[in-house]
Protein backbone atom coordinates (compact mmCIF):
# COMPACT_ATOMS: atom_id res chain seq x y z
CA UNK A 1 0.00 0.00 0.00
CA UNK A 2 1.51 3.07 -0.67
CA UNK A 3 1.32 6.47 1.57
CA UNK A 4 -1.08 8.47 -0.59
CA UNK A 5 -2.71 9.79 2.66
CA UNK A 6 0.20 12.24 3.38
CA UNK A 7 0.27 13.86 -0.15
CA UNK A 8 -1.57 17.27 -0.25
CA UNK A 9 -3.44 15.73 -3.54
CA UNK A 10 -4.62 12.54 -2.02
CA UNK A 11 -8.37 11.79 -3.70
CA UNK A 12 -9.48 8.15 -2.23
CA UNK A 13 -9.99 6.16 -5.32
CA UNK A 14 -7.80 3.83 -7.01
CA UNK A 15 -4.66 5.16 -8.83
CA UNK A 16 -4.32 3.23 -12.04
CA UNK A 17 -0.57 1.44 -10.88
CA UNK A 18 -3.27 0.11 -8.04
CA UNK A 19 -5.88 -1.07 -10.15
CA UNK A 20 -2.99 -2.50 -12.87
CA UNK A 21 -1.73 -4.19 -9.53
CA UNK A 22 -5.16 -5.46 -8.76
CA UNK A 23 -6.04 -7.21 -12.22
CA UNK A 24 -2.75 -8.82 -12.90
CA UNK A 25 -3.16 -10.87 -9.45
CA UNK A 26 -6.61 -11.66 -11.26
CA UNK A 27 -5.18 -12.67 -14.07
CA UNK A 28 -2.72 -15.11 -12.12
CA UNK A 29 -5.62 -16.25 -10.53
CA UNK A 30 -7.58 -17.17 -13.43
CA UNK A 31 -5.18 -18.94 -15.22
CA UNK A 32 -4.77 -21.48 -12.06
CA UNK A 33 -6.26 -24.93 -13.10
CA UNK A 34 -9.86 -25.17 -12.30
CA UNK A 35 -11.18 -28.62 -11.23
CA UNK A 36 -14.57 -29.43 -9.62
CA UNK A 37 -16.63 -26.72 -8.89
CA UNK A 38 -14.64 -23.79 -9.50
CA UNK A 39 -14.10 -25.05 -13.23
CA UNK A 40 -18.17 -24.08 -13.75
CA UNK A 41 -17.60 -21.31 -11.91
CA UNK A 42 -14.85 -20.42 -14.23
CA UNK A 43 -16.71 -21.46 -17.60
CA UNK A 44 -19.27 -19.00 -16.72
CA UNK A 45 -17.16 -16.38 -15.51
CA UNK A 46 -18.24 -13.47 -18.30
CA UNK A 47 -21.95 -14.22 -17.22
CA UNK A 48 -21.36 -13.94 -13.72
CA UNK A 49 -19.09 -11.20 -13.78
CA UNK A 50 -22.20 -9.10 -16.33
CA UNK A 51 -24.33 -9.90 -13.55
CA UNK A 52 -22.22 -8.57 -10.93
CA UNK A 53 -21.87 -4.90 -13.04
CA UNK A 54 -25.67 -5.58 -13.17
CA UNK A 55 -26.21 -5.99 -9.68
CA UNK A 56 -23.62 -3.06 -9.01
CA UNK A 57 -25.61 -0.43 -11.31
CA UNK A 58 -28.84 -1.47 -9.16
CA UNK A 59 -26.77 -0.99 -6.51
CA UNK A 60 -26.54 2.51 -7.54
CA UNK A 61 -29.77 3.32 -8.59
CA UNK A 62 -31.00 1.74 -5.11
CA UNK A 63 -28.61 4.60 -3.15
CA UNK A 64 -30.14 7.15 -4.91
CA UNK A 65 -33.38 6.51 -4.37
CA UNK A 66 -32.39 5.94 -0.95
CA UNK A 67 -31.16 9.00 -0.73
CA UNK A 68 -34.02 11.12 -2.20
CA UNK A 69 -36.22 9.47 0.48
CA UNK A 70 -34.49 9.84 3.50
CA UNK A 71 -34.05 13.47 2.40
CA UNK A 72 -37.93 14.14 2.07
CA UNK A 73 -38.30 12.50 5.33
CA UNK A 74 -35.65 14.62 6.86
CA UNK A 75 -37.46 17.74 5.25
CA UNK A 76 -40.59 16.57 6.91
CA UNK A 77 -39.28 16.13 10.33
CA UNK A 78 -37.02 19.70 10.02
CA UNK A 79 -40.42 21.13 8.67
CA UNK A 80 -42.06 19.95 12.22
CA UNK A 81 -39.33 20.27 14.11
CA UNK A 82 -39.44 24.19 13.21
CA UNK A 83 -43.40 24.66 13.27
CA UNK A 84 -43.11 22.72 16.81
CA UNK A 85 -40.58 25.17 18.08
CA UNK A 86 -42.21 28.51 16.80
CA UNK A 87 -45.69 27.60 18.08
CA UNK A 88 -44.82 25.75 21.35
CA UNK A 89 -44.91 27.92 24.80
CA UNK A 90 -41.68 29.52 25.56
CA UNK A 91 -41.27 28.53 29.64
CA UNK A 92 -42.66 24.99 31.33
CA UNK A 93 -43.93 26.14 34.33
CA UNK A 94 -46.84 24.39 34.56
CA UNK A 95 -48.97 21.29 33.19
CA UNK A 96 -51.21 23.01 30.91
CA UNK A 97 -47.64 24.35 29.24
CA UNK A 98 -46.77 20.75 28.82
CA UNK A 99 -50.00 19.30 27.53
CA UNK A 100 -49.84 22.53 25.17
CA UNK A 101 -46.28 21.60 23.99
CA UNK A 102 -47.36 17.81 23.31
CA UNK A 103 -50.30 18.78 21.12
CA UNK A 104 -48.42 21.48 18.89
CA UNK A 105 -45.45 18.88 18.45
CA UNK A 106 -48.34 15.98 17.40
CA UNK A 107 -50.15 18.51 15.05
CA UNK A 108 -46.85 19.62 13.78
CA UNK A 109 -45.58 16.25 13.06
CA UNK A 110 -48.60 14.76 11.74
CA UNK A 111 -49.59 17.56 9.56
CA UNK A 112 -45.71 17.91 8.50
CA UNK A 113 -45.84 13.81 7.30
CA UNK A 114 -49.34 13.42 6.17
CA UNK A 115 -48.72 16.34 4.10
CA UNK A 116 -45.41 13.91 2.80
CA UNK A 117 -47.14 10.86 2.42
CA UNK A 118 -49.59 12.35 0.37
CA UNK A 119 -47.74 14.24 -2.00
CA UNK A 120 -46.98 12.57 -5.45
CA UNK A 121 -43.15 13.53 -5.12
CA UNK A 122 -43.16 11.04 -2.69
CA UNK A 123 -44.97 8.58 -4.00
CA UNK A 124 -42.92 8.56 -6.82
CA UNK A 125 -39.54 8.61 -4.60
CA UNK A 126 -41.54 5.99 -3.10
CA UNK A 127 -42.31 3.55 -5.85
CA UNK A 128 -39.00 4.15 -7.56
CA UNK A 129 -37.54 2.59 -3.99
CA UNK A 130 -39.01 0.40 -3.41
CA UNK A 131 -38.83 -0.80 -7.16
CA UNK A 132 -35.18 -0.87 -7.35
CA UNK A 133 -35.20 -3.06 -3.85
CA UNK A 134 -37.41 -5.55 -5.99
CA UNK A 135 -34.74 -5.40 -8.86
CA UNK A 136 -31.93 -5.91 -6.08
CA UNK A 137 -33.64 -8.92 -4.99
CA UNK A 138 -33.94 -10.12 -8.13
CA UNK A 139 -30.99 -9.81 -9.39
CA UNK A 140 -29.61 -11.67 -5.80
CA UNK A 141 -31.60 -14.33 -6.70
CA UNK A 142 -30.45 -14.96 -10.39
CA UNK A 143 -27.06 -14.66 -9.04
CA UNK A 144 -28.24 -17.31 -5.91
CA UNK A 145 -29.27 -19.66 -8.41
CA UNK A 146 -26.80 -19.75 -10.92
CA UNK A 147 -24.36 -20.65 -8.14
CA UNK A 148 -26.82 -23.23 -6.68
CA UNK A 149 -26.83 -25.45 -10.30
CA UNK A 150 -22.85 -25.29 -10.28
CA UNK A 151 -23.07 -26.43 -6.76
CA UNK A 152 -25.54 -29.13 -7.84
CA UNK A 153 -27.89 -27.63 -5.25
CA UNK A 154 -31.49 -27.24 -5.96
CA UNK A 155 -32.54 -24.32 -7.17
CA UNK A 156 -35.06 -22.06 -5.64
CA UNK A 157 -37.74 -23.12 -8.46
CA UNK A 158 -36.84 -26.68 -8.35
CA UNK A 159 -37.95 -26.49 -4.54
CA UNK A 160 -41.20 -24.38 -5.49
CA UNK A 161 -42.15 -27.29 -8.16
CA UNK A 162 -41.24 -30.31 -5.54
CA UNK A 163 -43.58 -28.32 -2.64
CA UNK A 164 -46.40 -27.91 -6.23
CA UNK A 165 -45.86 -31.76 -6.72
CA UNK A 166 -46.32 -32.47 -3.00
CA UNK A 167 -49.00 -30.29 -2.70
CA UNK A 168 -50.88 -32.61 -5.70
CA UNK A 169 -49.80 -35.90 -3.55
CA UNK A 170 -51.14 -35.07 -0.91
CA UNK A 171 -54.68 -33.96 -2.65
CA UNK A 172 -54.82 -37.50 -4.30
CA UNK A 173 -54.36 -39.74 -1.48
CA UNK A 174 -56.75 -37.45 0.29
CA UNK A 175 -58.96 -37.86 -2.57
CA UNK A 176 -58.38 -41.78 -2.99
CA UNK A 177 -59.28 -42.16 0.93
CA UNK A 178 -62.87 -40.62 0.22
CA UNK A 179 -63.59 -42.83 -2.24
CA UNK A 180 -62.24 -45.83 -0.55
CA UNK A 181 -64.28 -44.74 2.46
CA UNK A 182 -67.72 -43.96 0.52
CA UNK A 183 -66.94 -47.55 -0.64
Do not use: C
Amino acid sequence: MTDDSKNNNFTPGMTPEQASKMFDMWSEVLKLPTIGPMYAFTKDFNTYANEFVSLGKIMADMKTHTDQYWSMINAAYVKASKETAEKAPKQFVTKDDYDSYRKTMIEAFEDAFTGLYASSEFSQVYGKLFSSQLDMSRAMQTITERNFKVLNLPTRGEIDEILKDIHELKRSVRDLKRSVEKQ
